[in-house]
Nanobody, 127 residues
Framework: QLQLVESGGGLVLPGGSLRLSCVVS????????IGWFRQAPGKEREGVSC???????????DYTDSVKGRFTTSRDNAKNTVYLQMNSLKPDDTAIYYC?????????????????WGQGTQVTVSS
């Protein structure tokens, strides 16, 4: 059974940092691109970052413009875990954050076609 479980969310002051983790089970992480998405109250879900499957152009990553230079995604296949390091957090980053998986042969990643999702973790940036 394919499963993704996020953790690491919480309440943080503006300018602070959090690291989200996405632990996967039931599938070979090497073969999947992993995306991070977020949804704030009253807003549509948006793609935050993604990281490519292993092999080829290893660890290609992409980010939405609003988080470039502040967020970094990485993967540790030995631990079946993908991370989202979030620095210089802003109140606008407040949302539920989800990780999602997409089986792909591509060496790149994008923010569409993710059929498998975790349950989400709340991130609140507030003073």
């Amino acid at each position: 059974q394919l499963q993704l479980v996020e953790s690491g969310g919480g309440l943080v002051l503006p300018g602070g940092s959090l690291r989200l983790s996405c632990v996967v089970s039931g599938f070979n992480l090497d073969d999947y691109a992993i995306g991070w998405f977020r949804q704030a109250p009253g807003k549509e879900r948006e793609g935050v970052s993604c990281i490519s499957r292993s092999g080829g152009r290893i660890n290609y990553a992409d980010y939405t413009d609003s988080v470039k230079g502040r967020f970094t995604t990485s993967r540790d296949n030995a631990k079946n875990t993908v991370y989202l390091q979030m620095n210089s957090l802003k109140p606008d980053d407040t949302a539920i954050y989800y990780c999602a998986a997409s089986y792909t042969s591509s060496s790149y990643c994008e923010f569409v076609n993710y059929p498998y999702w975790g349950q989400g973790t709340q991130v609140t940036v507030s003073s």
